[in-house]
């Protein structure tokens, strides 16, 4: 199992998603994605993205000015 972590503070819409996609799309299946933020319309679409591709989030912490989130690939 690999971590990857992706930093996008200060980046908005729809860069962070976009990193997120492209690390998902090279990760293997068990790797995590960790991915810090401070866009808050991030902290939700990110979520909602990867459900609805099938794949775990694990973890979703901060609040709208920092949040981390952990998905399992």
């Known amino acids: 199992m690999t971590e990857t972590n992706i930093d996008v503070r ?12 492209k690390a998902l799309k090279k ?13 808050p319309a991030s902290k939700k679409e ?6 609805s591709m099938g794949l775990e989030v694990m973890e ?10 952990r998905i399992k690939r």
């Open 10 to 21: 200060g980046q908005t819409c729809p860069v962070p998603l976009v990193e997120c996609r």
């Open 27 to 39: 990760a293997a299946p068990g790797d995590e994605i960790i991915i810090v933020g401070t866009h």
């Open 46 to 51: 990110i979520p909602m993205a990867c459900e």
């Open 60 to 69: 979703v912490e901060g609040n709208d000015n920092e949040w981390k989130i």
